[in-house]
């Protein structure tokens, strides 16, 4: 399934805080639930957690933002990745004069979400559940480098997510799981190299069924960057 941005409107899941969706049961995908998140100034995300195994991975993309998780208050910055798992209060603000952005995900659809009492809050630098950008960056074959994001390694239970970084003329490997997988534009272009040559701009995306193999490839002249969800560890 393709996603146009061009075809999209955005809802306000929070007052100024805009949401396009990307993955999630009203497109019909069974286990996925990600979505692409403004923070205007002045604006965020109140105190909440969720339930059941709706682990919520954050990718910080623009901006910065005031993350509050399990107690702790750490700004985090694009590239920046927060891990909350179900039961873990968490909430976002945007004290800034610029627009904040992430990437939102979860391994179930639709999540179910308690909102709760702000917190005290521990001014803090770092959190384990909060991974720097740039932090975990490999080789991952040539031409592409891999960012990852969040699994194992950030106390994620249900939840993989990285960064494809694909230099022009570039081709990710061609792939295939067993759980559908959710591809976001970042930024540049891409044309997939699996089945009809589909190209997807910045700001769009594909959700793949599972069974079903992808890649793509940069025919741009700028890096080309993927942010990709898997609703399991690897």
């Not at 009809?196 to 080309?224: H, I, K, P």
């Amino acid at each position: 399934m393709i996603i146009r941005r061009s075809e999209q409107e955005a809802v306000d899941r929070y007052p100024g805080c805009p949401r396009f969706a990307i993955a999630g049961a009203d497109f019909g995908h069974a286990s996925l639930h990600v979505g692409d998140l403004f923070y205007q100034p002045g604006f965020g995300v109140p105190h909440h957690y969720h339930t059941g195994g709706a682990e919520e991975t954050q990718i910080m993309l623009e901006g910065e933002l005031e993350c509050w998780v399990d107690g702790k208050r750490v700004v985090v910055y694009p590239g920046d990745t927060v891990t909350a798992p179900p039961g873990i209060g968490h909430a976002f603000q945007n004290r800034s004069g610029s627009m904040g952005r992430m990437i939102t995900a979860f391994p179930v659809t639709p999540p179910e979400t308690i909102h709760i009492d702000d917190p005290e809050l521990e001014d803090a630098t770092s959190h384990p559940a909060i991974v720097r950008a740039d932090s975990r960056r490999v080789a991952y074959g040539e031409g592409v480098e891999k960012v990852e994001l969040s699994g194992s390694f950030s106390g994620a239970k249900s939840t993989y997510t990285y960064f494809l970084d694909i230099q022009p003329g570039a081709s990710t490997p061609v792939e295939t799981f067993d759980a559908e997988t959710a591809i976001f534009v970042v930024s540049g272009s891409v044309v997939s190299v699996v089945g009809d040559e589909v190209e997807l701009a910045a700001d769009d995306a594909s959700v793949v069924e599972s069974g079903e193999s992808y890649g793509f490839t940069n025919r741009g002249d700028g890096v080309a960057r993927l942010c990709v969800v898997h609703p399991f560890l690897r």
